[in-house]
């Protein structure tokens, strides 16, 4: 019998295709070169999940963060400014950010900037960037720029490397052992593993309803004022303007959409928060609830779950705030004042509709 000394451990790689294109593939070597690095200095493997197609890495990973991170499994976003674009990249920056703050694990989120690092900032109106600057991301700009082979490359990898390892080896000395406490005969038949994880997370789901109920009330109020204000405003522009008059009217347009804009943004991101919040424990949820073996228990469960979500019609309402977000495309571009004050509003309607997702998703997942 051949036995391996040999151990392993998961790494999940969050990326933007377009990004991997654009460097020639550079972010597949970066994932396989870390990999030899890692095995070259542990002499353990790295299994690295890095296209969401592969195995591991499927629709229900959300349900399996948790677990995950009490394994000491890494998330890793590797991160250029279109990453923020992707709705994906979001969701999974936002899904495995809040399980482990839930779960105190925050550490096992290692960033890596590999183009726009000089954005990353803490007070960049796009929440996820913020998100990645406090999450003290890794710079390696220079390194993806002097390429893949070169000393700077080796040194970038050699030196992550490192700190994932000291990263995994503080995982594993300080989670407990899921199963210590748990003795054969002592868990009824029937209940959950952890029965008190579960009565936590119903009680964290119920304090987060009535917030939820009261930010989807002010956002629907925010886009509603907004939406007023540009219906008012956009009926200054006029056929046949020349680019002189044009210029003096967005300006006055721009000024009168800032203050709205700027309120749907908080909003928007408010909501979009509070939601994360609650997916987590969502997610939480229904892997307790995949434990039960009783049917009719796991339908009670859902049932209580369910009537725990507040419900919301914000669907129809951001598609056509979207929509005449939209239409004020071709105006933006000849006007950069106005293309400011948009801003916000588009940052705050992308998150709308992030949370809005997210909580369609809830209902289909139970």
Not at 63 to 73: P, R, V
Not at 86 to 115: G, H, W
Not at 190 to 197: F, S, V, Y
Request: proline residues 4%; glycine residues 4%.
């Amino acid at each position: 019998m051949n036995t391996e000394i040999s151990q392993g451990n998961r790494l999940f790689v969050s990326y933007a295709r377009a990004d991997n294109a654009l460097f020639d593939d550079a972010v597949k070597s970066f994932t396989d070169d870390l990999k030899g690095f890692y095995a070259a200095k542990t002499g353990n493997s790295l299994s690295v999940f890095f296209d969401r197609e592969s195995i591991g890495w499927g629709d229900d990973w959300r349900s399996q963060i948790d677990g995950e991170l009490k394994n000491a499994a890494i998330f890793m976003p590797i991160v250029t400014m279109q990453y923020f674009n992707r709705p994906a990249c979001r969701d999974e920056l936002n899904a495995f950010n809040q399980s482990a703050k839930r779960l105190d694990t925050q550490y096992l989120i290692l960033p890596v900037v590999i183009a726009g690092v000089n954005s990353i900032r803490a007070d960049h109106p796009i929440p996820e960037v913020t998100v990645i600057e406090a999450l003290q991301y890794r710079n390696l700009e220079s390194a993806f720029l002097a390429g893949r082979g070169t000393p700077e490359w080796r040194r970038a990898l050699n030196d992550l490397t490192d700190e994932l390892i000291s990263l995994i080896s503080r995982a594993e000395f300080t989670t407990p052992d899921a199963t210590s406490d748990v003795r054969s005969g002592d868990k009824p038949e029937g209940l959950l593993e952890d029965d008190g994880d579960f009565l936590t997370s119903m009680a964290e789901l119920e304090v987060l309803t009535p917030v939820l109920t009261k930010e989807i009330e002010s956002v629907l109020n925010d886009l509603n004022a907004w939406a007023e204000v540009v219906n008012e405003n956009t009926a200054r522009v006029k056929p046949g303007l020349t680019a002189q008059q044009m210029r003096a009217v967005s300006i006055v347009i721009a000024d009168q959409f800032r203050a709205s804009s700027e309120k749907l943004h908080d909003s928007g991101v408010k909501l979009a928060e509070t939601v994360e919040k609650a997916d987590a424990v969502m997610s939480s949820i229904k892997n307790q609830i995949s434990q039960v073996p009783s049917q009719a228990e796991k339908d009670s469960l859902k049932a209580l779950v369910m009537g725990a979500q507040s419900s919301t019609d914000l669907r129809d309402t951001v598609s056509e705030m979207g929509d005449l977000l939209d239409s004020m495309a071709s105006v933006e571009v000849m006007s950069s004042p106005l293309r400011k004050s948009l801003k916000p509003a588009r940052i705050g309607i992308t998150k709308i509709q992030d949370a809005v997702r997210v909580v369609d998703r809830w209902g289909k997942d139970l």
